[in-house]
């Protein structure tokens, strides 16, 4: 039997981990693979499946090769009802070690399917260290998924490695990050609690990331444009093969027009009065699919952004225990808001992306996650940054000191997001003042919207033909198939 190497199909399995920031982008990756011929499965659970399983069968049916492989999670072993298999349905620490053993306790069930499957590759999330083995004994090649900027990959690895802030004698003392050429000021405090002293989850998030450096190579959502530097000093630190093939997000969604679980099936209220606003006219305030923050901090922002004069769109996810504490305050300030048309809350989940989309959007408070400032930069909108955990506060400076995007809000400590704090870390007074400019239009907030509608013209060139984005695609399609017909030949299969 002879095989024309080029002409076949590669068979690549992903294996997302069950939270937005991580999902979400995965998917759109493997719908990219399938539109490129790519035989794609999707390896998830059942209620995860619900939010993206739509556009996989859009696809499917317009004939690319994608399908998602369901496995069951251990809902009455880890005494979860049923459906509550993400990380971001936990709202308290116990239910969260409950979704994350009950996570945990699929990787026998995985690794039997993904040895069954015999794909040619695994694109595996960084929380799976245990894909590293996987791959080797069936002799395929891991690819590692984290959805971040090489920025925050490099800092937290030299960081890790130099420890500056070991030898600072306060914890609000400034260190620069080793290595970088750029001089980034940072203090101990900014930094995730497990790198800056040892925790019993240090250990933990070490192998996570330490599993980066074992596999055969890496896809960044990211593109050379953004922050080429960083993606040569990833190569030199973290050594090993790198694909550029980011704005994924918006690959996909400018691709066909499908959005996921980001469409919209009806109009909602908040559209409609969207529609009726000014172009560039309105904020709107996320802090992505984790966190939930304090009463005393929503309070403060409810102040600062009717003091600002701005209208807006604000997401809380703090539904749940507003009703069971009865807080009405947050009630009381959305009727108002609404009857003034003035602004909305929306409670939970917001379709982020047709919001960022809409012309009226103006601004965005954001928490720093890598794919709401990715959906952010893609249309072109400024960002007051205001990170609260993991390596938000590196995008923070990537944002606010390198590409000048982002006007700080000066956050000083980086709080696990399921932190019991109960204190407001942002003032109303702050909160109006950063509104202020970045939705004005003083010198500062021009030259950054200039500075991004730039880099949002760049995102959109690089994922097209002959775009940098678009040929590492190619070229990590083509060392997938090279692999293949090298595993292949050494199994002693006919390889023209
Ligand atoms: N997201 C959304 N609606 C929400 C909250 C989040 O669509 O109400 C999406 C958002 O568009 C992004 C992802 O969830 O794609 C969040 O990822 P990010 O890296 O920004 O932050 P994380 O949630 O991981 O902290």
Known sequence: MEIDYLNQQLKVTFLPYPTPGHMIPMIDSARIFAKHGVHVTIITTNSNALSFQKSIDNDFNYGYSIKTHLIQFPAAQVNLPNGVENIKDATSLEILGK??????MLQDQIELLIQDLQPD?????MCYPWTVELAAKIGIPRIYFYSSSYFSTCASYLIQKHRPHDKLVSNTEKFSVPGFEENIEMIPLQLAEWIRTKTNYSCY?????ESEGRSYGAIYNSF??????Y???YKSTIGIKTWSIGPVAMLVNNDDGENGNRELEIEPDWLNWLN???HDSVLYVSFGSLARLPRAQLVEIAHGLESSGHNFIWVVRNKKVEEEKGESFIKDFEHR???SKKGYIIWNWAPQVVILEHPAIGGIVTHCGWNSILESLNSGIAMITWPMFAEQFYNEKLLVDVLKIGISMGVKENKFFMSKSEEATVTREEITSAVKILMGSCEKSNEMRSRVKNLSDAAKKTIQEGGSSYNNFINLIHDLKLLKKTRQLSNNINVV
Do not use: P, R
């Open 276 to 278: 009726s606003q000014q």
């Open 121 to 125: 590759c695994i694109v595996t999330d």
């Open 99 to 104: 979704i994350s053993h009950g996570i945990s």
């Open 224 to 229: 050379h444009e953004l922050e080429s530097d």
């Open 205 to 209: 998030f070490e192998a996570l990331f």
């Open 337 to 339: 808001m609404k009857e």
């Open 231 to 233: 993606e040569q000093l």
